[in-house]
């Protein structure tokens, strides 16, 4: 099978990573580059050994050697790019957050359908985790009964960008350019996670809070203006539901956690457990006990802990592997659209105080 030729548009921060999966990889390499910043993009191909620097993104597009994209941009200009590489005819992984609004989001999911190729979301990056894959294919086969609520729950004790981490990237903080903060960040995975774990409900509502820790301001006089805390309540039809927390800067370890809820079974992440309700007969019982009494079965489901890490490569290569294969990749742009849907919805919640609806 040939390999899937690539271009890459941005060559900040998350563009090395793209670049480290495809290494030797058999599946697909970089053979474009191109960034705003000419010099950015030179040493960029210099480092990895990239044969063309395109001057401009039609450049890019025009080259017949380019099968495919990958949009690097920070999130403010993640539609144009994609939008354009969909009508020249290359299928496109865009990074996270997939857009600002869902208007944005639909023209870019539209864009894809009309040109018949695929375009996939780097927000899914988690479905590429062996745990959750291994949840998700559990929750189709009916182990788990109907899972009717998912939490997920990731601290960061001091981790907000352009400040503890990427000092560089200053843009992290800044609303017009990132769109938002932690919930951009990492809660736009948790929320493609728990619906993805539900079976993908259609959300009906959506409740959140948010907090900038203004206690702790970046350094250099850098100016914030989006949140570092976030809690977001998401209802779904069918009585499902989720709650998704998360934070650049608290002041708590210990606290992270993934649980689905399922009629039959639960599960419980890192590593991945399955829990299960066994009926006890014959124990002693307390007066205040009815007949039934039960007791948590646990039985560890992978050997290994959960590496939530691993895939920031793996989102990359099985990208290219779905293109080669001539199928949708496992992180669809419509699901992405869906989860911008949520993101807008929370951030009007938290301005009006009140729980939106989607309709």
Same mark, same amino acid.
């Given at each position: 099978m040939a390999k899937v030729r690539v271009?890459?548009?941005?060559?900040?921060?998350?563009?090395?990573?793209?670049?480290?999966?495809?290494?030797?990889?058999?599946?697909?390499?970089?053979?474009?580059v191109f960034d705003v910043l000419g010099d950015r993009a030179d040493a960029y191909a210099q480092k990895w050994a990239v044969p063309n620097v395109a001057r401009s993104i039609d450049e890019m597009l025009a080259n017949k050697d380019v099968d495919a994209v990958i949009v690097c941009t920070p999130p403010f200009a993640h539609a144009e790019p994609t939008i354009k590489a969909l009508q020249a005819g290359k299928h496109v992984l865009c990074e996270k957050p997939f857009a600002l609004d869902p208007k944005e989001a639909e023209r870019m999911v539209e864009t894809a359908e009309r040109a018949g190729r695929f375009l996939a979301c780097a927000s899914a990056r988690n479905r590429c985790d062996l745990a959750q894959r291994r949840a998700h294919e559990m929750m189709e086969q009916g182990e788990l009964g109907d899972v009717y609520h998912v939490r997920w729950s990731r601290w960061r004790f001091r981790g907000r960008p352009g400040h503890h981490i990427f000092p560089e990237s200053h843009w992290f903080l800044d609303m017009q350019r990132a769109g938002g903060g932690a919930m951009m960040d990492i809660a736009v995975y948790q929320i493609d996670s728990v619906l993805w774990l539900m079976g993908n409900p259609k959300v009906t509502s959506?409740?959140?809070?948010?907090?900038?820790?203004?206690?702790?301001?970046?350094?250099?006089?850098?100016?914030?203006?989006?949140?570092?805390?976030?809690?977001?309540?998401?209802?779904?039809?069918?009585?499902?539901?989720?709650?998704?927390? %998360?934070?650049?800067?608290? !002041?708590?370890?210990? &606290?992270?956690?993934?649980?689905?809820?399922?009629? *039959?079974?639960? $599960?419980?992440?890192?590593?991945?457990?399955?829990?299960?309700?066994?009926?006890?007969?014959?124990?002693?019982?307390?007066?205040?006990?009815?007949?039934?009494?039960?007791?948590?079965?646990?039985?560890?489901?992978?050997?290994?802990?959960?590496?939530?890490?691993?895939?920031?490569?793996?989102? %990359?290569?099985?990208?290219? !592997?779905?293109?080669? &294969?001539?199928?949708?990749?496992?992180?669809?742009? *419509?699901?992405? $659209?869906?989860?911008?849907?949520?993101?807008?919805?929370?951030?009007?919640?938290?301005?009006?105080?009140?729980?939106?609806?989607?309709?």
């Amino acid at each position: 099978m040939a390999k899937v030729r690539v271009g890459i548009i941005g060559t900040g921060t998350i563009a090395q990573s793209h670049a480290t999966a495809l290494k030797d990889y058999p599946g697909g390499e970089i053979v474009s580059v191109f960034d705003v910043l000419g010099d950015r993009a030179d040493a960029y191909a210099q480092k990895w050994a990239v044969p063309n620097v395109a001057r401009s993104i039609d450049e890019m597009l025009a080259n017949k050697d380019v099968d495919a994209v990958i949009v690097c941009t920070p999130p403010f200009a993640h539609a144009e790019p994609t939008i354009k590489a969909l009508q020249a005819g290359k299928h496109v992984l865009c990074e996270k957050p997939f857009a600002l609004d869902p208007k944005e989001a639909e023209r870019m999911v539209e864009t894809a359908e009309r040109a018949g190729r695929f375009l996939a979301c780097a927000s899914a990056r988690n479905r590429c985790d062996l745990a959750q894959r291994r949840a998700h294919e559990m929750m189709e086969q009916g182990e788990l009964g109907d899972v009717y609520h998912v939490r997920w729950s990731r601290w960061r004790f001091r981790g907000r960008p352009g400040h503890h981490i990427f000092p560089e990237s200053h843009w992290f903080l800044d609303m017009q350019r990132a769109g938002g903060g932690a919930m951009m960040d990492i809660a736009v995975y948790q929320i493609d996670s728990v619906l993805w774990l539900m079976g993908n409900p259609k959300v009906t509502s959506v409740m959140a809070s948010m907090r900038q820790i203004s206690e702790e301001p970046p350094p250099n006089g850098v100016k914030q203006d989006v949140e570092d805390h976030i809690v977001i309540m998401i209802s779904c039809a069918g009585g499902k539901s989720a709650i998704v927390e %998360t934070a650049w800067v608290s !002041n708590v370890k210990g &606290a992270d956690g993934l649980f689905v809820f399922g009629t *039959r079974a639960g $599960l419980r992440f890192d590593p991945l457990t399955k829990i299960t309700a066994r009926r006890r007969d014959g124990d002693l019982k307390m007066p205040w006990m009815g007949e039934e009494t039960y007791s948590a079965v646990e039985e560890q489901v992978l050997l290994t802990p959960d590496n939530y890490s691993q895939d920031f490569g793996n989102v %990359t290569q099985q990208f290219v !592997n779905g293109i080669a &294969a001539g199928r949708q990749p496992y992180t669809p742009g *419509r699901d992405a $659209l869906e989860v911008t849907r949520v993101i807008t919805a929370a951030y009007e919640s938290v301005k009006s105080g009140k729980m939106v609806a989607l309709v």
